[in-house]
């Protein structure tokens, strides 16, 4: 049974000059893991916004825990936990506070569902008593997922939760979802860090307000279907101009230190030759894709 | 409803939490009333006038003892002639000069008219025309003890000032800065409170809960009103032990009355808030829409009758206006409910409307 549903869900902004998002059709299985994947402006937020019933769609529709998003509003608000992207509690309110406070607004007690924020409470409460403006970006985060998660929700929404916190903290986090995972709920997550989308059971990859694909991390990269390599020499900017207008060239983007590339045909020889001239000291290996050189191709493919 | 008192309770924590709002709900409403009672009142006291005596009989000797022993009037110099008058206003800051005519007396009692004239310094026609009217009850009211037979009175100025025989400026200003300060604390208040949540994102996370919007509206209204309350508290215990301000209807048709008000506020702020995006806009419609038209259309600086008809009408939209009308009525005057219920209940009408309109614009979804 599916847990979301969405069907051919269309939204636009400014009197529909602006499409956010393009006839989206997603399915994600209770108790499952789903990341939704895609840079700034992909339009994760306004299909976050739409599952939660704060926005409306132009067209189409969409269940969350069996409720209809249109019509169920009562219900899928008291159902489902709910963290923007936006640090969103009280800045004024101390740490235990506001916890209290969303538990109550939610009919239940921090120690009704302890058990269930126990790991992640436990390295908030040495500091209960400080206001939640002052908390670090990581802590922030956690109580933000411990209010979130107070009244027990069956799907818990998490929108860009590691944007702007550090890596150690996001590691932790996504440790964290893991060990929710197996409460059972089901947790649907965006985040524009493509090194995260492994971290998840399926994900969408989404761009422009489009779905690009939708499957498991490694069939995704598995799909990749082409051979894919890294080079580097000591004039970066130099290899990448070098190799954009080699023929036998098909994709070069830059990726940290190295630029990823893909041939127009098999055989690696005549653009050793070419490099050789140019470029004496460049290193060439080939690598297996990451989700980001998917993302890369399917943009693309795309266009 | 445990649901209600945590979220009141949240409410409260961001009032005391938040320095500015504490000093704004308390210190405005002490200085308003301070500086309304002390430094603006329209008051007379000790206000140097000159006097031209040609009659320098028994009565015009009369009359100007008792300008002099009254307290609002200082007599600091007796005229030989009119023509010194104006010299005298240009060098010694005098408000008034009163010319008595020759033979007052005599003619007083041969013709039944007499003549005493009044001369104002027309620059400042508020004090103007405060204090001729104010030396002229005292004449009149000379004429009577001296004449108690009717038919000698010839003198005809109709003024009589009634409920604040001394003129007292703060009878007036009190009940005007009551509505000027529980309408503005209420307004901005709620007003800034709900789109708070709006742009700290709260709002959004409060949306996605079981919270009802009734909840949210009414639950952010209850602490304003606990703490507009103990304001009015203030401005009252001010009002009575400060400025001497006697209460002479019901106290507690009064506290009836501003909570009617405090209520009505209330509901503006929250529709300001519906209306509104960011805490500046929300401050800048209630501060910069609420204050002129309050202080301009409540009565207590601008008499309404003396404005032309078209903002006579407008005036009646003020909620402070009906408000003024009633604590004056009952603070001053001292009358019951059966004499202020009509506006009691254009305020409720008021109170109504706008409770339904924030309730029902109230934004369940974003954007």
């Known amino acids: 049974m599916s847990s979301i549903s969405i069907r051919e869900i269309n939204k636009s902004y400014g009197k529909g000059t602006i499409a956010a998002l393009k006839n989206i059709n997603l399915d994600v299985a209770a108790g499952e893991l789903f990341g939704l994947i895609g840079p700034d402006g992909a339009g994760k937020t306004t299909l976050f916004r739409i599952l939660t019933t704060l926005l409306l769609p132009d067209s189409g529709y969409a269940t969350v825990g069996g409720y209809d998003v249109l019509k169920d509003i009562k219900q899928i608000r008291s159902s489902v936990g709910y963290m923007p992207g936006k640090f969103s509690l009280y800045q004024d309110l101390s740490v235990e506070e506001n916890l209290r406070f969303f538990a109550t607004v939610f009919g239940t007690t921090i120690q009704e569902n302890y058990n269930l924020i126990k790991d992640i409470y436990v390295q908030l409460e040495p500091f209960k008593n400080r206001r939640a403006g002052k908390l670090s970006g990581g802590m922030k985060q956690k109580l933000a997922l411990c209010c979130a998660l107070i009244h027990k929700p069956t799907v818990l929404f998490l929108d860009e939760p590691t944007t702007g916190v550090d890596a150690v903290s996001r590691k932790e986090f996504w440790g964290m979802l893991k060990n929710l995972k197996r409460e059972g709920i089901t947790i649907f997550v965006s985040t524009p860090y493509m090194d995260e989308a492994n971290l998840c059971e399926r994900i969408a990859l989404i761009q422009g307000g489009s779905i690009l694909s939708v499957d498991t991390p490694v069939n995704i990269t598995r799909s990749y279907g082409e051979a894919l390599y890294a080079v580097r020499s000591e004039n970066m900017p130099l290899l990448q101009s070098d190799l954009r207008t080699m023929s036998e060239i098909k994709t070069c983007y830059s990726f940290g230190s190295f630029h990823h590339v893909t041939l127009q045909v098999n055989g690696s020889s005549k653009v050793f030759e070419l490099l050789n001239s140019t470029h004496p000291s460049f290193e060439w290996k080939e690598i297996e894709p990451t989700i980001e050189d998917c993302f890369i191709k399917l943009m693309q493919h795309e266009k | 409803m445990k649901q209600f008192l945590s979220f009141v309770r949240k409410e409260f924590y961001h009032v005391f939490r938040d320095r500015k709002t504490m000093l704004l709900l308390f210190g405005m409403p002490i200085a308003q009333i301070l500086l309304f009672g002390f430094a603006l009142t329209n008051e007379i006291k000790n206000t140097k006038i000159v006097v031209c005596d040609y009659a320098h009989d ?55 008219k007499a003549t005493i004239q009044i001369i104002a310094d ?145 509901s503006l702020g929250l529709m300001i808030s519906n209306i509104t995006n960011s805490q500046q806009e929300a401050m800048i419609v209630s501060l910069m829409g609420m204050l002129l038209p309050v202080m301009i259309f409540t009565g207590f600086m601008f008499p309404i009758e003396n404005m032309p008809k078209p903002l006579q009408v407008i005036s009646n939209i003020v909620p402070s206006k009906w408000y003024y009308t009633i604590i004056k009525a009952v603070m001053i005057k001292g009358v019951g409910f059966a004499s202020v219920w009509k506006e009691t209940l254009v305020l409720l009408g008021m109170t109504l409307f706008l409770l339904v309109i924030s309730i029902k614009k109230f934004k369940t979804r974003l954007g």
Do not use: C
């Open chain 2, 58 to 112: 028994p009565m015009s000797e009369q009359v100007i003892a008792k300008l002099e022993a009254s307290k609002s009037f200082d007599v600091v110099k007796q005229l030989m002639s009119a023509t010194e008058i104006e010299a005298a206003f240009k060098a010694d800051n005098i408000k008034l000069a009163i010319v008595f005519p020759n033979q007052l007396y005599q003619e007083l009692n041969h013709n039944n």
């Open chain 2, 122 to 266: 027309g620059s400042d026609p508020n004090t103007a025309t405060t204090v001729t009217n104010y030396a002229t009850s005292i004449i009149q009211s000379y004429m009577r003890d001296k004449f108690p037979q009717p038919d000698l009175l010839q003198i005809n100025t109709e003024v009589r000032m009634i409920y604040n025989p001394e003129l007292k400026g703060t009878t007036n200003f009190v009940p005007g800065v009551m509505a000027l300060v529980l309408m503005l604390i209420s307004v901005l208040m709620t007003s800034v409170s709900i789109v708070k949540e709006k742009e700290s994102g709260t709002m959004e996370v409060l949306l996605v809960s079981p919270f009802s919007a009734l909840m949210v509206v009414i639950s952010k209204a209850v602490p304003y009103l606990v703490l507009s309350f103990v304001n009015l508290i203030v401005i009252l215990l001010l009002s009575v032990f400060l400025l001497d301000l006697p209460i002479n209807g019901s106290l507690p048709l009064i506290v009836f009355e501003s909570l009617l008000l405090i209520i009505t506020a209330l």
